[in-house]
DNA sequence: ATTTCATTGTGTACAAAAAACACAAAGATT
DNA sequence: AATCTTTGTGTTTTTTGTACACAATGAAAT
C-alpha cells in the first residue's frame, strides 16, 4: 500500500470517519458530487478522515477543499451514521478483494480498518466555482443529478437521502441560494432552486412577493439578456441580512 | 482498576462514546438527568460507549434502560461533538488526578482514553415511571431542573443547550408529550409541558384549539379530581394518529 | 350550607398570512 | 412585423393565527 496513505492512516482517527453530501445547482438541477473508485465501476460520497489533534469541523473544511477547491462553502453536520453493519449490505460483492488488489493485500489492515462511525456533513457548493478533484483511491469526480443517483457503495444512498431531508428542512426556517448560486441571479433561478429542494412547483407571484419580505435580496438595475424571451432582473444576496436571518432563524414558510 | 472496567473499555470503541440528555417533565418544570462523580461535587450527562458489534442506537437504548429502567422512550440524536479540545476546558481543575485516584492510576491508560468524538442523544422520559440509577463511576443520579443546571464537566453545558434547541425545534414539526406525560393528562398540563419547552406563555383557548386541530388527542370521559378547582378533562394521545403525525412531520406551529 | 377563589371550559371577532388568479410587456426568433 | 415563451406585477379570496371575556366547577374556608 502506498506509504503516504499509510501515514495518513496513522495520523488519523480509526473509528470516526466523515462523509459528505455536496450539494451543487445548474440548469436548474440539483446535484451532488460523487467519486469513482479507481478501476471499477463503483460510485461513493467523497470523505474522510479526521487528524488526531483536528477537529470534525476543520476535518470537513478540508475534506471539501481537496474535493471541490472552495473554502467558502456552507457546511452543516446532518447526521451520525453509528450502525454496526454499515459495510455488510454493499451493493457490490468483492468489494474488499477488488480493493486489495487495486491498493495492496494490507489495504484492509485491522490496525487502520475498524468498525467505522461516520459522521454525515452536508455542503452547499457553488457549482460554477468549484473544481472537482478525485482523490486517492478514485479516478473520476462528477456531479450526479440529485434524481439520477446510482446504486452507491456502503450506505451512501441513505446518507444523501437523509441529506435532502436535512436541506429541506433547512429550508424551512433558514435562507437557501448564497452557497448554491452564482453571486447574481434571477428571480426565476432562485426560485427553480427552492422548487427542485422541495420537489413541487410553486407560483411565481407568491415566491417573488415572499423571498423580497424576507429582505435580504437586493435588485440589481441590471438584467440577464441572452435568454430567448424577456429578460429578467438580477437579484444578488445582502450578505449581511442574509447572515442574519440565518442566525436568527426566521420562519421560512415556503 | 476495577477488572470489570478495563474489559468494558476493551470490547467498547475508544474513539466514540456517546451522551444523553434525558429529559423528564414534573410539577410543570423540564428536568434533565444528572449524574455526580463519586467523592466530587462534579455533575455531568450520563452517558458510554458503543460495544464493538453494537449500533450505536442500540447503546444508547441500553445506556438508558441502565439508567432509568425504562424501555419506551422517545430517542433522537441531535448533534455529534468532534471537537478537538472537549476535554481542555473543564470547569473543575485537576480532574484527571482526581479521577486517578478514585480509580486508579490507570485509568488514562492511552490503550483505552483516547481523542473522542461523541455522539448527543437526546431522551425524553415519563418522569414517573423512570427509576433512577447511578453508573460505575458516580454515586448520585438526579433529575434537575433546566434553568438550574450547574457547571458540568467536559462540554456537557453545550450538549444540554444544544439538545434543548432540538427539542424546540421538534415541536415545531412533531408532536410531543407522548413520552414525557403519563398516561392520561389534562390539557393545562400539556400546555405547561409546551409552554416550559418553549419557555413562553400560550393562549389557554388556543392552544387547545390547535391541539385538537391536529386530532391526535382522545378526549376522556374522565376528570381529574383532586386539584383544587374546577377539574379538567382528562385526555390520551391516540397512539397510532401520533405516529403518523410523527412520521409525517405535520408543521406544528405553536 | 354558603361563600370564596383559583382554575377550567368555551366561542367570536379581527388581523395577518397564504393561496389563487390574469394580463401586459420584453426581446429573441422567424 | 408577427410570433412565441418567459417575465413583471396587483387584487381578491381563503385560510390561519391572534386577541379577548364570561360562566361554571369544586375544594377549602367560614
Chains 1, 2 share one sequence.
Not at 64 to 71: A, D, I, N, S, V
Request: glycine share 6%; proline share 4%; charged share 30%.
Amino acid at each position: 500500500m502506498d506509504p503516504r496513505f499509510i501515514t495518513y492512516l496513522e495520523k488519523t482517527l480509526k473509528e470516526v470517519s466523515i462523509d459528505c453530501v455536496i450539494f451543487g445547482f445548474h440548469e436548474g438541477e440539483l446535484k451532488v458530487l460523487l467519486l469513482k473508485w479507481k478501476g471499477t465501476e463503483w460510485w461513493s460520497l467523497p470523505g474522510g478522515r479526521i487528524y488526531l489533534e483536528e477537529s470534525a469541523d476543520d476535518a470537513v473544511v478540508r475534506i471539501l477543499q481537496e474535493r471541490t477547491g472552495l473554502k467558502e462553502i456552507f457546511l452543516q453536520q446532518f447526521y451520525t451514521f453509528g450502525g454496526n453493519d454499515r459495510y455488510k449490505n454493499t451493493p457490490s460483492q468483492g468489494l474488499r478483494e477488488k480493493l486489495e488488489q487495486l491498493f495492496g493485500d494490507d489495504f484492509y489492515d485491522e490496525k487502520y480498518m475498524k468498525r467505522n462511525v461516520s459522521m454525515g456533513y452536508m455542503a452547499l457548493a457553488d457549482f460554477e466555482q468549484a473544481v472537482t478533484t478525485p482523490d486517492w483511491y478514485t479516478d473520476e469526480c462528477k456531479w450526479w443529478e440529485i434524481s439520477a443517483i446510482p446504486e452507491l457503495l456502503f450506505d451512501h444512498n441513505e446518507m444523501i437521502e437523509r441529506a435532502l431531508k436535512a436541506l429541506r428542512r433547512q429550508l424551512s426556517y433558514q435562507p437557501i441560494g448564497y452557497n448554491l448560486l452564482p453571486e447574481k441571479f434571477t428571480m426565476p433561478e432562485l426560485q427553480r432552486l427552492y422548487e427542485t429542494i422541495l420537489g413541487k412547483q410553486l407560483d411565481r407571484r407568491n415566491f417573488q412577493k415572499l423571498m423580497l419580505s424576507y429582505d435580504i435580496l437586493e435588485k440589481l438595475p441590471e438584467k440577464r439578456t441572452g435568454g430567448a424571451f424577456k429578460s429578467p432582473f438580477l437579484y444578488r444576496f445582502d450578505k449581511e441580512k442574509y447572515d442574519k436571518a440565518m442566525q436568527d432563524e426566521i420562519l421560512f414558510s415556503v
